[in-house]
């Protein structure tokens, strides 16, 4: 697994670096200009978007009190996993936007720099508030992190997280929530936490 990674990880970071150059910008201004899904589910998905954090609240709670209260099988187990990889990533997501500052491709605050509202474009390292909050994406990173886990546990169903996944990444671009290399770091961030936590809690399937 690692020498896998240890490939993966170089050649996503590649891939971010062109999208920062040659792909982000473009493709934000095309969505703002073409946008390919109604005004009314953007807005709608937007006052959703803290449910990634409250069901990951509700996994990590519910995994640790059946734990605490009795030991099961494979599933307690599976589900152990699933809450250690969303915990982890909550906590290493905040940490990463805090370190590079990204602002966002449209403002998502009010008053927040965005290429979109005010042709802010960049990376401010270690500077705080939610408008320098965009990389990586969170939303990518907690979905990515669960079907990264189930990946593993139940390899029958790989096309389905794949699709699942790639949805909610098109999804995060297309209504210009992230820009395309958020995406990819928190989705490759999300995949390495979700198979350390398959691997620490043995539940690769033989």
């Not at 802010?120 to 408008?131: E, Q, R, T, V």
Request: charged share 10%.
């Amino acid at each position: 697994m690692c020498r896998r990674w240890a490939v993966a990880i170089p050649v996503v970071g590649l891939l971010i670096v062109l999208c920062y150059f040659f792909v982000d910008r473009p493709v934000a201004r095309f969505v703002h200009d073409h946008p390919p899904f109604p005004e009314a589910l953007v807005e709608w998905s937007a006052l959703l978007s803290d449910w990634p954090y409250i069901a990951a609240g509700l996994v990590v709670t519910g995994a640790v009190a059946w734990r605490f209260c009795q030991r099961a099988g494979r599933l307690q187990t599976v589900l152990m996993a699933l809450a250690a990889s969303l915990a982890t990533s909550v906590v290493l997501k905040q940490l990463l936007k805090w370190v590079f500052g990204r602002t966002w491709p449209k403002t998502q605050v009010g008053g927040a720099p965005s290429w979109i509202g005010s042709s802010a474009y960049g990376f401010h390292p270690f500077h705080f508030g939610s408008g320098y909050a965009s990389f990586p994406s969170g939303h990518a990173a907690l979905v990515c992190s669960v079907l990264s886990v189930l990946w593993h546990t139940h390899p029958r169903w790989r096309w389905l997280w794949a699709v699942l996944g790639l949805v909610l990444c098109v999804a995060l671009v297309g209504m210009n929530f992230h820009f395309v290399g958020d995406v990819l770091a928190g989705a490759l961030l999300g995949c390495i936490t979700g198979s350390a936590m398959t691997a620490l809690f043995r539940l690769d399937r033989t």
